[in-house]
């Protein structure tokens, strides 16, 4: 079975740190995906992978950034957090066309 | 940006009762795919239907694709309390396993 691991369910932190979501995949999947997921919004595409030290902006990057150092892990880095990038972030891998989500790591930021 | 749109926005029903659910998009594809989430969770790939495939089915799922219409529906027959969720399409235009989802359809079976 396919594991996507989210380093955390539930975060709360404060407007200005710097926050660190981390997504560990174990089968070898050389794309890998984050989203957020908000009511009315649907999944929205923060930023993908296509392999080690490459990344790709998604339709709302704005205010994140992303880190591959190893083909397994993915991390998401909001440089300054902010009370709008409150929501529920979701990490996925794939190699063929299917996607696998880890469980979600909802964020609040006060 | 989000070029699927599903129809219903909200579903219920009673267990025992078929749960039909639709998909539009507005771009060429290679693949259509169905995901459901459960509250609080992550999503669970359900099944791929491809642009050459019309029908498709697994287990008490069933899945058709209208490439005409840019359309897809997933049926789920004889419905289950456990399958309260809810269910979203995506969409892939070979853009190297990006996808693009809809807003779902929040599904509840009442026992």
């Known amino acids: 079975d396919v594991k996507v691991t989210q380093s955390s369910r539930y975060l709360v932190k404060r407007t200005g740190e710097k926050v660190f979501l981390e997504c560990v995949q174990d089968?070898?999947?050389?794309?890998m995906f984050w989203y957020r997921q908000d009511p009315g919004l649907g999944l929205r595409l923060i930023y993908f992978?296509?392999?080690?030290?490459?990344?790709e902006k998604g339709d709302i990057p704005e205010g994140y950034s992303v880190s591959r150092e190893k083909k397994e892990r993915f991390s998401l880095i909001l440089e300054s957090a902010s009370t709008n990038q409150t929501s529920m972030y979701l990490c996925a891998s794939s190699f063929a066309r299917g996607q696998y989500f880890g469980p979600g790591t909802r964020l609040t930021v006060l | 940006s989000q070029q699927g749109e599903e129809d219903p926005q909200a579903l219920s029903i009673q267990e025992g009762e078929n749960a039909t659910m639709n998909c539009s998009y507005k771009t060429s594809i290679n693949n259509l795919q169905w995901y459901r989430q459960n509250s609080g969770r992550g999503l669970v790939h359900l099944i791929l239907i491809r642009s050459n495939e019309r029908e498709k089915h697994s287990g008490r799922l069933r899945v058709t694709l209208d490439t005409s219409k840019k359309s897809s529906s997933l049926l789920i027959t004889a419905s289950r309390a456990a399958d309260t969720a809810s269910y979203f399409c995506a969409t892939d235009g070979n853009q190297g396993g990006k996808l693009i989802f809809g807003q779902g359809t929040e599904l509840s079976v009442k026992p």
């Open positions: 089968m070898d999947h050389e794309n």
């Open positions: 992978s296509y392999d080690v030290k490459m990344k």
